[in-house]
């Protein structure tokens, strides 16, 4: 029963991520898209309208979010860490008055995106098709094929969007793509070392998961794929981070073979780790500036060759 209960608190998302706000509330157009990514998953999406040459894809945290962010909204106590929404909407807002197209989307078992692997996440690798996926979407799009991208890859979105550079069909040497910022990078690995749980606790649970999934969350991490990067990286971490190690994350910022930059935050401490660790989502949205000048550094500079 506790094997259970944890596993599904883990690596399964079931209702805890809907759908909650909307670009009309704050004040943007947009269009409803959906895409399907390589194994046939329906992706479900926003695709808000600015300068049709220069896009943000925006690929947000996993179990209990979505592509409008993180909502209080019928969760149990054990997962609301914080007593208010967090709205990634706000930061599509300040992209797209800074003139940028904004492409905001469901990863598979969230929103209103398509179920896959039983609902189970897998914290990057699998989500990868759907980042692949997203900037497909927009590079075969009439009006954007010609973008330039830029990737907002938020925890599980980072993951996701590391192991599409080293998947084969994935974005390592992709003309479009300029860019990424990468917010707090964590694998389950160490988001179970965070956990601080008995190690009993922690048997049962990865019993359960081995017997319900056929996915190693041990073997199948993002983590190798960091050498893969091949566009300049902005991370951003929260050094109050409850589920911070900070030499895993400074391993992470060492290995990328990239232009980059660390940007280290020390947001006021909470009352749990899980808070901790949502403020960083949180002062993304209304932290604009060293986000916008990354962005807009790369956006518009010189497109690479293949």
């Known amino acids: 029963m506790i094997g259970r209960l944890l596993a599904n608190t883990l690596v399964k998302t079931g209702p805890n991520a809907p759908l909650f706000d909307n670009p009309t509330n704050h004040g943007l157009d947009y269009e409803d898209v959906s895409f399907e990514a390589s194994d046939g998953v329906t992706l479900r999406g926003w695709l808000i309208p600015g300068d049709p040459h220069r896009v943000i894809i925006q690929s947000h ?21 914080i007593p208010t ?3 990634f909407l706000r930061q599509a807002k300040y992209f797209h008055d800074t003139g940028y197209t904004v492409l905001a989307y469901d990863f598979r078992n969230h929103g209103e995106s398509d179920e896959a692997m039983d609902g189970f996440v897998s914290y990057g690798p699998e989500e990868a098709k759907d980042v692949i996926a997203a900037v497909e979407f927009i590079t075969s799009h009439p009006t954007h094929c010609d973008a330039s991208i830029g990737l907002m890859s938020i925890c599980m979105g980072q993951g996701a969007s590391v192991s599409a550079f ?3 069909d994935g974005l390592k040497g992709h003309p479009n793509i300029r860019c ?14 965070g956990m601080s749980m008995p190690s009993f606790v922690q048997k049962r649970a990865n019993a359960y998961i081995e017997a319900n ?19 300049p990286t902005l991370v951003i971490q929260n050094r109050n981070d409850g589920f911070l190690d900070e030499e895993f994350v400074q391993g ?15 947001l006021p401490k909470k009352r749990t780790r899980t808070a901790n660790r949502i403020a960083a989502y949180d002062w993304i949205g209304t932290n604009p500036e060293p986000i916008l000048a990354w962005f807009d550094r790369f956006i518009d500079g010189e497109r690479r060759t293949t």
């Open 180 to 193: 990424m910022v990468s917010v707090q990078p964590l694998d389950y690995q160490h988001f179970l070392s």
């Open 252 to 266: 992470v910022y060492d290995d990328l073979q990239v232009e980059k930059d660390m940007l280290w935050i020390e």
């Open 61 to 81: 945290f996993g179990l209990f979010c979505c592509r409008a962010g993180y909502t209080t909204e019928g969760k149990n106590f054990l997962l609301r860490p």
């Open 213 to 231: 999934t056929d996915f190693d969350y041990y073997t199948n991490t993002w983590r190798p794929d960091v050498k893969n990067v091949d566009v």
């Open 166 to 168: 080293g998947r084969a």
């Open 85 to 87: 929404d967090v709205e």
